[in-house]
């Protein structure tokens, strides 16, 4: 979006194979590559890590696994630089290993570097301690922080100890072209959608249940995962068979039609870090009901919804009953989502940034 209004751009993508993963055996490796898509050029490699990730607890061997890394992060920059010379800025839109990598070539170059913090590793403990520490280091040390929402950044305030005013917010954006304003379909049947992953923290059996006590209307499940059978046997189970379709994964240019076609969005998620889906929904002119369960706290305004509590089952179920009944000004909704989330004022809230550090 940079390269719009006449700045260069650059993407390096290190990706890395590691034990216990399938890849670290028969994933594809390939050394540096350079290539100029769209406006861009992007920078590639994947390598192998030499340290199996179990041994990886060793402190010894978790440096040299960090080092790896960012040896190729270094060797990558090197050929970015060939090509375009020394930029101004960098910036990790990462919370863990882009920001490590992203200081390594900073540190190097003496160039400011940024990082947005979107990731949700932490809040979730799936990082162990010696993540928490690199990444609390990592971070501590960044010319500048921003956050994908206020939520996460009280997260990283509460387990890595940097403070929540460190973080200045920087929302995700949408190309909101792609989500046009569309009338509400001519229809009597209501219908209720959501997409998402079909993870534990996604809280599809909430909404299953949820929406047994929903007075009317159906409800379509977009997306795939592990889950997807254990949640067609509760839908059975609940007597919804008739009510609730299972649409399979969309492919993100159709997203647009998956919410044109629906009369409300439901978003009963356990975390977000932010809530792209949501902001999509709004978009196009369509409610939400979504739990406070993090980034949604920040997107859903009055005008947009309703917002209640995690895993709680007769909340949700009065919330979508309350929103099917209620008048919505879509007009409204859509204005939000110009006024916050366009690439448009997402670039300009990065410019300033940049322009801060220059």
């Given at each position: ?5 006449g ?12 034990l ?19 406006g ?10 030499r ?58 170059e ?9 990731a949700?590793?932490f809040?979730?403990?799936?990082a162990?301690p ?8 990592t ?19 509460r ?13 995700n954006m ?8 569309t009338?509400?379909?001519?229809d ?29 209307g159906?409800?379509?499940l977009a ?20 009510r ?16 044109q ?24 002119g ?73």
């Amino acid at each position: 979006m940079f390269e719009e209004v006449g700045h260069k751009v650059g993407v390096i993508y290190p990706k890395f194979h590691d034990l216990p993963s399938k890849g670290w055996l028969s994933g594809q490796t390939h050394g540096v590559r350079v290539s100029e898509e769209n406006g861009l050029t992007v920078v590639r490699a994947i390598q192998r890590l030499r340290q199996p990730g179990p041994l990886q607890r060793i402190p010894l061997i978790y440096r040299a696994a960090v080092k790896q890394r960012e040896r190729l992060a270094l060797k990558m920059y090197d050929a970015y630089t060939e090509v375009n010379g020394k930029p101004d800025i960098i910036h990790a839109k990462c919370t863990m290993w882009g920001a490590i990598l992203a200081r390594a070539i900073a540190e190097r170059e003496g160039i400011p570097w940024v990082v947005t913090v979107g990731a949700s590793i932490f809040a979730r403990g799936i990082a162990g301690p010696r993540e928490r520490a690199t990444a609390s280091k990592t971070l501590t040390s960044a010319t500048y922080l921003a956050s994908v929402s206020n939520s996460l950044a009280d997260d990283l305030d509460r387990i890595l100890n940097i403070p929540k005013n460190s973080f200045t917010l920087v929302p995700n954006m949408i190309d909101i072209d792609n989500f046009p304003l569309t009338p509400r379909r001519q229809d009597n049947e209501f219908v209720w959608g959501y997409m998402a992953n079909m993870v534990a923290d996604k809280g599809h059996e909430t909404l299953l249940r949820a929406f047994a006590l929903v007075d009317e209307g159906t409800l379509q499940l977009a997306g795939d995962g592990p889950l997807r059978g254990r949640l067609e046997n509760l839908v059975s189970e609940l007597g919804l068979s008739n009510r609730v379709s299972f649409t399979g994964n969309i492919p993100r240019e159709l997203a647009p039609h998956f919410f044109q076609n629906i009369d409300a969005f439901v978003h009963p998620s356990r975390y977000e870090t932010f809530g792209i889906v949501l902001v999509e929904a709004l978009a196009t002119g369509r409610p939400v009901v979504a739990t406070r369960c993090g980034g949604p706290n920040d997107i859903v305004r009055e005008e947009d919804g309703i917002l209640v509590d995690v895993d709680d089952v007769v909340g949700l179920a009065s919330a979508m009953n309350a929103a099917h009944s209620h008048q919505w000004d879509s007009s409204a909704m859509r204005a939000g989502v110009e006024e916050r989330y366009t690439k448009e004022i997402i670039r300009e809230q990065l410019l300033t940034i940049y322009d801060s550090l220059i």
